[in-house]
């Protein structure tokens, strides 16, 4: 299949691109920064998401999954909502498309990070959804995951500050974060196995969210 890729020059992207490529898919990668792939089946677009006027035809996209993103920048919005809203208006509605996957993060359902960034992943699980609806008609699906800590570059601020790093995995039911080929391997499931789950956002998070709740009663 015809997969397109955003943030393939980063942890996740790279690593979803990477997947797709092994499994024999074509993939076409769209990043702001060089490619970090080499593969005879790997072609790479620089592109800025957040400006819909940069994004060059892609015709026959059949599976897209949106990973660019940047946290606790300026442009939080206009990349993570505004930009995965331009990819998708862009690419997606065109009758070759089989699946949409944007990845939005835990902090749409707790709102724990930085402002704008928790603001722009709350927006993409609405977005999802509202996505979802439009492509039926084609018979094709949209879902959202969002990720818990996943052990990218983006988090070498607190994966490289042990003291930081031990709050993190007191707050973590499961004790660990999950890596991009995990990630990458539920970016597969949910766009070729998958086809029936439709505007849906699937947390995975190692339990931080919803496994930190105590049960408190007195003892006998
Ligand atoms: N790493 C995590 O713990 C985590 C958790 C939840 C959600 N996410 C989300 O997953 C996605 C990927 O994160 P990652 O950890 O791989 O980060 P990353 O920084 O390694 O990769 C992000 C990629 O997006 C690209 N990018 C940034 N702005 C762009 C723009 N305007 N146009 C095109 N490309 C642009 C970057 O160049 C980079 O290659 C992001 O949307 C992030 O918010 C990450």
Same mark, same amino acid.
């Given at each position: 299949?015809?997969?397109?890729? $955003?943030g +393939?020059?980063?942890g996740?992207? &790279? #690593?979803?691109?990477?997947?797709?490529?092994?499994?024999?898919?074509? %993939?076409?990668g769209?990043d702001?920064?060089?490619?970090?792939?080499?593969?005879?089946?790997?072609?790479?677009i620089?592109?800025?998401i957040?400006?819909?006027?940069?994004?060059?035809?892609?015709?026959?996209?059949?599976?897209?999954?949106c990973?660019?993103?940047?946290?606790d920048?300026?442009?939080d919005?206009?990349v993570n909502?505004?930009?995965?809203?331009?990819?998708v208006?862009?690419?997606?509605?065109?009758?070759?498309?089989?699946?949409?996957?944007?990845?939005?993060?835990?902090?749409?359902? $707790?709102? +724990?990070?930085?402002?704008?960034? &928790? #603001?722009?992943?709350?927006?993409?699980l609405?977005y999802?959804?509202? %996505?979802a609806i439009?492509?039926?008609?084609?018979?094709?699906?949209?879902?959202?995951l969002?990720p818990?800590?996943v052990?990218?570059?983006?988090n070498?601020?607190v994966?490289?500050?042990?003291?930081?790093?031990?709050?993190i995995?007191?707050?973590?039911?499961?004790?660990?974060?999950m890596?991009?080929?995990?990630?990458?391997?539920?970016?597969?499931?949910m766009?070729?196995i998958?086809?029936?789950?439709?505007?849906?956002?699937?947390?995975?998070d190692?339990?931080?969210?919803?496994?930190?709740?105590?049960?408190?009663?007195?003892?006998?």
């Amino acid at each position: 299949m015809k997969v397109l890729v $955003t943030g +393939s020059a980063g942890g996740i992207g &790279s #690593a979803a691109a990477a997947l797709f490529l092994e499994k024999g898919h074509t %993939v076409t990668g769209l990043d702001i920064a060089p490619s970090v792939i080499d593969h005879p089946h790997y072609s790479h677009i620089v592109a800025d998401i957040s400006k819909s006027s940069s994004l060059p035809d892609i015709p026959g996209t059949e599976i897209l999954i949106c990973c660019a993103g940047v946290q606790d920048s300026a442009d939080d919005i206009s990349v993570n909502l505004c930009g995965t809203m331009n990819v998708v208006e862009k690419y997606a509605f065109q009758s070759s498309i089989r699946s949409v996957l944007i990845i939005a993060s835990a902090s749409a359902h $707790t709102g +724990s990070e930085f402002p704008a960034y &928790s #603001a722009s992943k709350g927006g993409l699980l609405s977005y999802t959804r509202n %996505v979802a609806i439009r492509l039926a008609p084609y018979g094709a699906t949209c879902n959202s995951l969002s990720p818990g800590g996943v052990t990218t570059a983006l988090n070498r601020p607190v994966m490289d500050n042990p003291v930081l790093w031990k709050q993190i995995m007191d707050l973590t039911p499961l004790k660990k974060w999950m890596d991009a080929e995990e990630l990458a391997q539920w970016c597969y499931f949910m766009t070729v196995i998958n086809r029936s789950c439709s505007g849906e956002d699937i947390l995975i998070d190692n339990g931080e969210t919803h496994l930190n709740a105590r049960f408190i009663w007195p003892e006998d």
